[in-house]
Structure formats: C-alpha cells, structure tokens
Nanobody, 124 residues
C-alpha cells in the first residue's frame, strides 16, 4: 500500500521560509512524478510544483516560481518543497501527490496517490 506522509507545515510570518517534506513508502518510486498542490478554504486545489522522479525535471506554478523549489532525495524516497519569501496568499493546506508516470499532470485528481495534507499559514 502506497503511503505519502507530509510534514513541516505551521505558522510563519510573511517574508519567512518553510520547508515541507513528503515521505513515500510502499512502492518503487523510480518512475513516479511527485507533485505538491495546495487548497485554500473555499477554493479548488491548485498545482504548486512537481518533479519527475527519473529525470528530475521540475515544473512550477507561475505564482510560486522563483520563490519555491522542489527537489527529491531518491535514497530516502522523499520530496521536499522549500518555500521562501512566503506571502499571506500562500496560506493553504499543502498536499503531496504521486503519479506513476514521467509526465507532470496539472490536476491533483490525475495523480494516483495523495497525502493527508499539512497546513501552512502565513501571517501578515
């Protein structure tokens, strides 16, 4: 059974930094794309970033480009989301998702698995 467990959320002031982690277990992740999505209250889940596991090709939403960095450590089956210069509009529940492909699906429903989410709150 594949499981994704996120950690690292919390409360941070605007302009601050935070790193989210997602540990994957229960499968062989050599060909999985790992993505981060976020969902604010009353809004649809939106794509934040993704990285293909084999080629390590990263993609970002325009709203986080140059502020967020996604990277993975294969030996630990872990993907990270380093967030800098955080803004109040980044406040949301952040979800890790895994897709068995080497592409970058833009919608969370296209991913095979997702974690339980971790809350990120940016205060102004």
């Amino acid at each position: 059974q594949v499981q994704l467990v996120e950690s690292g959320g919390g409360v941070v002031q605007a302009g601050g930094s935070m790193r989210l982690s997602c540990v994957a277990s229960g499968g062989s992740f050599g060909w999985w794309t790992m993505g981060w999505f976020r969902q604010a209250p009353g809004k649809e889940a939106e794509f934040v970033a993704a990285i293909t596991w084999h080629t390590a090709r990263a993609s970002y939403a325009d709203s986080v480009k140059d502020r967020f960095t996604i990277y993975r450590v294969n030996a630990k089956d872990t993907v990270y989301l380093q967030m800098t210069n955080l803004k109040p509009e980044d406040t949301a529940v952040y979800y890790c998702a895994a897709d068995w492909s080497d592409t970058v699906p833009p919608l969370i429903d296209e991913y095979d698995y997702r974690g339980q989410g971790t809350q990120v709150t940016v205060s102004s």
